[in-house]
């Protein structure tokens, strides 16, 4: 998200918004103001927080999320308009189009069409803890709660921008097992976590910077060396990389660096070493 913000920010501010549609109608939460009313307008900014998208026109803002399989570009052509994935579309001067897709069954992606002074205000920005880059807040007192490290790490409501890719990573550069307690961290476990935070997101954020450009792409390179690797050598010190399989991801760790060598192969066994 950061990387989309930086690309879409030079790039649509003072562009004056032709007309839009948005023909994924579940997508969009809000009617007033009616969408229509960014018509006309131009873009006077575009920021991230979390992984929640602000595209700026005056007085009107419109807030976003692509959750997991949405993907904002910025083409230089309208798209077809039968084109089933097509959330929101943007349509700017010289046919240039800014465009939500959504890929896969659901619809999670979710565009909301605000006023600027309620937008602090909304629901979507409620609770969200401190980011976690470029900056990491302390996380001795932040995390001093009975939950792993795994999901304390992504609750956004703890610390916010961390997804389930990143935080194994983060984890195996802090050399914390992801199932660590929270209000078991010694202040140097913190410390390490913290400079973790900002070493991984960090080297994330640069990778990206190398390889992203406009339009955006459909798919993200994601630079892991941890996160899915599992069968491969640890990048810290080439230990074999195990992973705990959930209904619907992988957590990948490294048994020497992470958890004492020992190898917690599935859910069961992990639930009972939280
Ligand atoms: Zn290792």
Known sequence: MEITARRLEPALRGEVVESVLAPGINALKTFDPPLHALEGRAFTG????????????????????????????????????????????????????????????KQAAWVKVLR?????????????????WPDPPPLRELLDVPRPLHSLLRDQQVVTGIGRTWVDEILNVARLSPFKRGDDLSDAEADALRAA????????????????????????????????????????????????????????????????????????????LK
């Open 46 to 105: 575009v920021r991230r927080r979390g992984k929640l998208l602000f595209l700026e026109l005056g007085d009107v803002v419109v807030l976003l999320h692509l959750m997991s399989a949405g993907r904002m570009q910025l083409h230089p052509k309208r798209a077809a308009l039968r084109d089933k994935t097509s959330r929101l579309l943007v349509r700017l001067p010289e046919g240039r189009e800014l465009r939500l897709r959504e890929f896969g069954t």
């Open 116 to 132: 600027a002074e309620d937008v602090e205000g909304d629901e979507a920005l409620q609770g969200l803890g401190p980011e976690a």
């Open 197 to 272: 935070m900002a070493s991984e997101l960090g080297r994330v954020i640069e990778r990206y910077e190398a390889l992203v450009d406009l339009p955006l792409p459909e798919k993200f390179p994601k630079p892991t060396r941890v996160h899915a690797h599992q069968g491969e050598p640890c990048p810290n010190c080439e230990t074999v990389l195990e992973a705990v399989f959930y209904e619907d991801y992988v957590m990948s760790y490294c048994p020497h660096c992470q958890t004492e060598d020992r190898v917690l192969k599935d859910r069961r066994l992990s639930r009972l």
